[in-house]
């Protein structure tokens, strides 16, 4: 038991001390039927670190991680090479065992931290002001749909049908027993976005939309009439981020206009992980600033009248407003921002740029070697580093098919929406710096026998 | 110990980060430069100009403007870090007794095998037999998190305590109204987490607060008095935040049962009890368990958490998707497609993906190097240390309810004795300059000036006698009135930061000085 | 160039101040003929942090490592479950990123890791005291037979057949500059070591005598006899261990007279590495402490008083004393001993002698079980975690066999003895912590089939 | 600030590390403890008595008696040592000026690509068709050490700088002696490293010292005159310790040879000129590259260092062993046994195994990174720095080389004007009050109170200016006279340490203190 440093003679001296006469009579408060008297049974027993590290090395090699096949995958989560310095930095015992810096005087490390990720976020976003992070894009973009209804007054939102459906179904979820009415539609394989058609639904009950940019299938739209339209009628407009990097190459959405701004974060320096954790951003302009859900973090003096940063708007927040909060998160997703932050303080805009750059050349390059396969067609007409394709059979077979030839082909449309018929012969692709030549052609030759 | 912003020390043009060229690159006029920029930092800021025949695929998009995102290279990326991690005070460097919080040790080995590429470079969506490893994991830690709580369900997609909490009064309101009986109240004790009431109105329940008895527990009469039609559930913290396990957490259960209601226990001090009481003997319904707390996964200086939640059979059907499933032919994940076919009264999706996968495999590392004997040892020398800290300072601190019993893995403290004009707040900054961290303050607000001590099972009796002795001699100078102790702390990286200034004049992102704009 | 923060403009103004008109300039004093204009030819440019990583990877992938397959390698170098907390904390900017402690006031974090590191040494060998590392277990060999010579003022030493062969060759290779006259000779497969023989050779012209413990073959011999004769004749006595973990189990050199231990660092907390990095320890008696090589650390105050650590006794060193040094050696292995000392804290007396039991458990058991193979015959009587076999066939191309079925059968004593007809039949097995029963079988069951 | 020392908060019985228990347990009496003992740290010291059938197998060498090694657990472990680091100054931290260390930023993909399971856990007796990765590591890496250098052969196997030099010497004794010309004595000038002379005396050698013009060079005419058939050899440091580039390099080399003699050059300094000028175009024989100043491997407190030594044609055939050749079967490492076949001149073997591959791996990453194009690039910006802080100094210090032409990496001052009472060593101990590492300081020897500046290529511009500042202020205090300065540091983990005392009364161990020794 390498993690516990008390030795029997300190447990004994420490009863002496309490005046118990075992642990037993500190646990008197238990009612006696629900006191265990030794270890549950049917779990084993302690374990040394090698035999741990041994079963979970076993466990790991019964994946095929994304490193070590050609890899497509996309749709809200993106493989790109974080340098080795994010991992080592964020591992500092300083950083990585700290706590929530509700002490801003032993805290400032973490603290100076978020206030420059907030900063950042905010210019990546176009935005005025960021918090200092959530727990990931889904959760985000529902707080933005309910600090819009804080905001308007107003109980319905019109989420594009671009919006990735994890996303719709979370917000589904909680309007469920919120009774916040949610216009959704299914999206369509075709070049053009819904734009169109939410610029017609927009109405004076309208507290928000919400727009994916680019959307699930990597079609990218201009923001700036929906945004117009929605301020007309008193709503706000919510953008929908996924994939940052592509606001290296892209407009921002505040810069169209948009309210508010919401994504994941964790292309830049999160990594895969399976999922989570993963990094929410969320910014807005600053009249809304009050409304935000989240810790923020600001700038104040010492004492002495040095500059210091604090959490700060606290009032906002359940551990003082309680049930009158604007969210109740607590717990965010600090180490994330901080690799988030250290990673696009070694990009900086010119690493981001290049980044970006290389990403849609790749991406380019991948289109017009895949749409050359018979059987497949490229929907779209614009993209950044990710595209979709219809091809000629189910696209959920054939990624199945792939994935038996080590190949990772992308994510099927069929995954994403289950029984949408009119999906089912849609394949997302996602292609990024780590994406080789190679890696296209793999995958090209492989849909070539998978659809003959 | 001045460290400057990132924007006061980079620029846009600088980068840390090489890369090969682009694709591309001189495919058209005006790319050129793109890729060719590293080593070049005088280069035009890239973009793809729409013009040529083989021109981007933007949509008429691109960025043009700079947006003033600060660059650094490397060495002085790895320099602002590492020296504004000095800044920072955490459990590698002492004991950190945050009440209610669990700040225990970090194993190393934990990291390690959350890094192991089988788990950190895989997609979420990726063809489940391409993940069988991960799907795995996920099962055994459910398992675990079952076996030890006694409860038939668990949901491990929470992503922290109060999506946690979320989800279990979710899993609630969805069973009450599947029986047709939507209910509106919840009632939460004066002590519990800001969190409580806050996801129950997040959720759309109205809250009530329940009152303590003396002794720092839940009024059972006044709860059972209070219990009725409308009342959806309770929300009880067991052991509470006053450090008491909840005597009666039974007799609860069984009149919120009579009543139609159910009951949701915040499980965020489960640490004290792992091992030895299984919450679902205590007639519990929904419980979530911050794996950051208990089960050692880093806090990181604010998340990310992991909040799975335990379910009694009651709720089990209701637990939200996805899950994992071991079948003959592997494990599963459940999703939407599939969960109709034996889980459709599940109440639907909480987040993207699956639940904080890196969290899941640092507990499981954990768990499994303590055991079921080391985790039962483990609440064991958490409440006999904290124990320990209690009775170490008879005489010295004020403890409201230490006559209630011996307290769980916290001891609570409140600031009457104090010498005129004297606060917990001088305590804890005092605190901070004998080299600690504070104790939790202010909370929980039913006590006066409350100072929450949570020593955790990880630290020894030496680390233990030198804890006691700082707290002894800062509470004796806040009983004597030292002025010292009203300016403390001296020796950290700050003095007291103006959080008025801050909040009433909020500058929550930095802006080029003024001069500097002038001058551009 | 990630590395490099100067831009173009900071080159210009700052070839401005200086006053040259380019950088051309600062070069001038190197002949015109040697002055090179441009990139070397032939090597490739700089490449992105991606890149270097993808081909370091590939060249990783071309070997096969031992936690890949049952591994039986020692012979000086030993597998051993490394705690990932000693990783961590070597990898700390403040210990990675540091020089040698030349500054003391702001070098105590490595001060007190050497002051206890050298104590730790100090108690394992048995020995007053000890240095703060050299570089590997072969060099240290070489530099404590050089100060038996300065100490004895006798040019003789006479090498145990049971040392490690490089060992002996890095001698030789000196001795044949430095004029030392070295006794050696080839071990014998057979349980006797040849402690008997050394007796007999010690002379009054012998400097010292050098003894492996255990030996090469993995045999345990006392040391004493063997120390009370070199004493008598007034030579010294060198123990040498290759595996510090034997020390949990077996008595220390020091403990047994030998005046001057050294040895192998590398099983506590420095990984196999294909050799290198490793860490050489030292020790000895008190009243050689000044004739020692390498740099001390030792104890002192500041001027408040308060305790504190400092390189001392350094006029035996080179950058003192020049060509009258102890020895040449300068750079160390610090990050090495830094690692072995947090290793060695966190086993604590009570975890190397569990470590230390649970090594010669396996190693018993799997010596019983091989030595059941028909063509194997166990050659040792004592061993600890490491024995010989004689197998029924030249033990080398057995090992290439075994390798090309997945498992790392040893060291054939072929390898290390090129040449030597009588021992091309050996094979040294080792069996560590890391060895399960299933690696065991594996083992005995390659074996039957190589033999068959 | 205070750390207690491990035998001072640790006991024999704890342990941070658990075990599985072992196969010898129950196997005869007296036995039955090992392997329970985890978590009961009260069983007794685990020891294997030789009764019973199946009884031990060491020999009758049993260590029964406790020997004192205090084990700690893993929080205590990883506090101890944390807390312990940050008494540390460090790249990561700041500027590190010391000359002729080179103190650059050490990449992390550099660690990353070391501790590859493939690298890492590699033994080096493995057969060589199951290490081919490892043998290219090393025969990639020789490649670029030979065309950097512009040399044919490279040695891999010497341990640090110091051994290299010792290979080089060997080399050379080899081909004197081959040529039966066996000589004894080697000219070093008088400002080279302290392991020059120590080299050469410690593989037999006489060493005399070859004096400086006044600008700072080698004295061509005095070495010159000194050439006799008694002279095996001639160490250079070049660039020289004094920052100089030795403008007669190549004329010295012609003189050298003629005189039968041959031509070490000491690598220290070659970041000043790779990428710019090839040692081999110089004339050299052997020259030692240190992996950790050149190519960013790193430090580690004092080591591990890595010294490859590049050859001359002349010096080829007397190369140690072994090293590895690529055939057309693949890489194949070279050791006693097929020596014989093509290079039986070698002067044989200097370590066990192979040379430090740990550090091979982190150099290799390093200088793909850069490339061609990014090492010349190093080479200017390090020169460049350097001559910065040189020219930057201007009348604040003295610059005793200041008209010898540019400096190298490395600028030069000396104590020369300073108040009475004041030398180099309080400028030094005043740098570190404001924040710095001090420079190198008393070497070179030629030169009275030196002081060495060496800033290296990866410091900004910005963070020359800042130290400029610094060290301008500190001098300008010595001029003046400031006392506090006498007394420097301040603001350090310790003030000014006794390092008389410290050698005098020589304490190289801990201890237990005589109190509790009389009271056990």
Known sequence: MRYLPLTNEDRAAMLARIGASSIDDLFVDVPEAARLSGPIAGLP???????????????????????????????????????????????????????????PEIAQGTLQMLFEFQTQVARLYGCD?????????????????????????????????????????????????????????????????????????????????????????????????????????????????????????????????????????????????????????????????????????????????????????????????????????????????????????????????DLAMLNHGLAVQAAETLAAVPGVELVNDSFFNEFTLKLSKEARPVVRDLAERGILAGVSLGRLYPGADALAHGLIVAVTETTTSEDIAALAAGLKEALA | LEEALIFEIGDTRTTGVDFSPSPLQGRGPGRGEVGASAGDENAPLPTLSPEGERANRLGGLERTASFGLPGLSEPETVRHYTRLSRQNYAIDLGLFPLGSCTMKHNPRLNEKVARMPGFADLHPLQTMDTVQGALGVIHELAHWLKTL?????????????????????????SALEARGDARSVILVPESAHGTNPATAAFCGYGVENIPATAEGRVDLAALTARLGPDVAAVMITNPNTCGLFERDMKAISDVVHAAGALVYCDGANFNAIVGRVRPGDLGIDAMHINLHKTFSTPHGGGGPGSGPVVFSAALAPFAPL???????????????????????????RMTAFHGQMGMFTRALAYIMSHGADGLRQVAEDAVLNANYILRSLDGVLDAPFGASGPCMHEALFADDGLAEGFSTLDIAKGLIDEGYHPMTVYFPLVVHGAMLVEPTETESKAALDQFIGALRSVAERAKAGDAALKSAPHFAPRRRLDETLAARKPVLVWKEPVVAEAAE
Chains 1, 3 share one sequence.
């Not at chain 1, 921002?252 to 989570?276: K, N, W």
């Not at chain 1, 998160?329 to 901080?338: E, K, P, R, V």
């Open chain 2, 322 to 348: 996805p899950f994992v499933e071991k079948t003959d032919a592997g494990y599963v994940l459940v999703e939407e497609e599939t969960a109709g076919e034996h889980h459709a009264q599940n109440f639907g």
């Open chain 2, 149 to 173: 709580t006694g409860m038939p369900a668990v949901a491990m997609s929470p992503k922290a305590g109060a999506h946690g909490e979320l989800c279990g009064l979710l899993a609630i309101r």
């Open chain 1, 45 to 103: 027993n302690h374990a040394s670190e090698m035999a741990v590290e041994r079963h979970m090395a076993k466990l790991a090699r019964q994946n095929l991680s994304a490193g070590e096949a050609p890899f497509f995958l996309g749709a809200g989560a993106y493989k790109h090479h974080v340098p080795a310095s994010v991992d080592h930095l964020i591992q500092r015992g300083e950083f990585l065992t700290a706590y929530t810096p509700y002490q």
């Open chain 1, 129 to 353: 002001v960021a918090n200092a992070s959530m727990y990931d894009g889904s959760t985000a973009c529902w707080e933005a749909i309910v600090m819009a209804r804080r905001v308007t007054k107003r109980g319905k939102a019109l989420l594009s049908s671009g919006l990735h459906p994890h996303y719709v179904s979370v917000a589904e979820t909680m309007a469920k027993f919120t009774g916040d009415a949610l216009q959704t539609a299914l999206p369509t394989l075709s070049a053009e976005t819904d734009a169109e058609a939410l610029l017609e639904a927009i109405d004076r009950d309208t507290s928000c939309v919400v727009v994916q940019y680019p959307d699930i299938l990597g079609r990218i739209a201009d923001l700036s009439a929906i945004a117009a339209r929605a301020h007309e009628h008193g709503a706000l407009l919510i953008a929908v981020v996924t994939e940052p990097v592509a606001l290296g190459a892209l407009k921002a959405p505040g810069d169209m206009g948009a309210d508010i701004v919401v994504g994941e974060g964790q292309s830049i320096g999160v990594g895969l992980q399976f999922g989570g954790p993963y990094v929410g951003l969320f910014a807005c302009q600053e009249r809304f600033v009050r409304q935000m859900p989240g810790r923020l973090c600001g700038e104040t003096v010492d004492a002495e009248g040095k500059r210091g940063f604090v959490l700060t708007l606290s009032t906002r927040e359940q551990h003082i407003r309680r049930e009158k909060a604007t969210s109740n998160i607590c717990t965010n997703s600090g180490l994330c921002a901080l690799a988030f932050s250290i990673h696009m303080t070694l990009l900086g805009e010119r690493g981001l740029r």
